[in-house]
């Protein structure tokens, strides 16, 4: 992303090795920003308003530009967002997280603004979903159609799949595992924000590590990626877009709709089944995943349907029968 400026370069700069901010997050917040300078342009009337947002560039921006933004301004970009790109809340609400970490990087950490126009942007309300999740039955499923795939891969694809439903890391934290990350049974890995945690590995875990090890041994290795845990065909670290086909791969042939899961739900699924079979607590459950707060680990607590027919059937009046009972 090239279409940048001075001032925020710095800020992604200050995002990364002062926030500890995650490269993926950086280049979001980066990208909306760069957004709504080239909506500020065409609205001011800087370039021609027929202008395609896309083509407008930005890199011209300067301290005065950004000083003169007002909450007007700001409020007119996400009412273009929602009217004209039609995004959801909650696409809206990271464009105006993004607003508020610049502009108050720009006002308050480099007093290069008179204020800070961004400061009562209002959240948009979200609706509150819960997370989707496989079922146990599914959970089971998958893994013997991935013990059972008759690919070269097979080992490698089941261990990946057994550390997914049973540890519930992100993508980035599976795939960034170095083999000096295992000790015993624990398992070192790198979350959000460069944050490391322990991860605690059970039986199934093991098992299937040992099994991928001994074929990985039997693998040509480019020197750079010998610490990778996961490798490629070609002898590398496995991409993020290699894991994805992986798995989607194995749910197609488990018969899961591959529209519908991908493979941030098998997080989800291994949180939900250790709430709902492990009776985890929730502040044990916060610390498995890594979450920050709480309040993001409590999406997990959701009661399913079972639970809820079971709730009503056991109520005192559930048999209750006007022409028995009523007389």
Not at 59 to 77: A, C, E, M, P, Y
Not at 124 to 134: C, G
Request: proline share 3%.
């Amino acid at each position: 992303m090239d279409n940048t400026f001075e001032i925020l370069d710095q800020y992604s700069n200050y995002m990364l090795a002062v926030l500890g901010r995650s490269e993926l997050t950086v280049m979001e917040y980066k990208y909306d920003i760069i957004c709504f300078f080239r909506f500020w342009k065409r609205d001011r009337r800087k370039v021609p308003k027929d202008t395609p947002i896309e083509e407008i560039d930005v890199s011209d921006i300067t301290v005065k530009d950004i000083n003169s933004v007002t909450t007007d301004d700001l409020l007119v970009f996400l009412i273009w967002l929602g009217r004209e790109r039609k995004l959801s809340n909650s696409s809206r609400a990271r464009r105006i997280a993004s607003l508020k970490s610049f502009f108050k990087y720009c006002h308050s950490k480099k007093h290069l603004t008179d204020s800070n126009p961004a400061y009562d942007l209002e959240t948009p309300k979200q609706a509150k979903r819960n997370p989707k999740y496989l079922t146990l039955d599914q959970s089971t499923e998958l893994l013997k159609v991935a013990y059972a795939s008759p690919t070269e891969s097979n080992e490698r694809d089941y261990c990946i799949l057994t550390l997914f439903l049973n540890c519930g890391m992100r993508l980035a934290e599976l795939r960034g595992i170095d083999i000096d990350d295992i000790h015993d049974n624990t398992l070192t890995v790198i979350g959000k924000g460069n944050k490391e945690r322990t991860v605690y590995l059970n039986k199934a875990c093991l098992d299937a590590i040992d099994e991928w090890m001994d074929k990985r041994a039997t693998l040509k290795i480019k020197p750079e990626h010998k610490k990778a845990l996961f490798i490629s065909k070609r002898g590398t670290r496995i991409s993020d877009d290699m894991i994805q086909i992986s798995i989607k791969r194995l749910m197609a042939q488990a018969g899961i709709d591959t529209k519908v899961y991908s493979v941030h739900k098998l997080r989800h699924t291994a949180a939900t089944l250790m709430y709902k079979y492990g009776n985890v607590d929730i502040r044990n459950l916060q610390m498995i995943l890594g979450h920050q707060s709480v309040s993001t680990t409590q999406i997990y607590t959701h009661v399913d349907d079972e639970q809820l027919r079971d709730a009503v059937n056991r109520n005192p009046l559930a048999g209750f029968d006007p022409d028995k009972n009523g007389k």
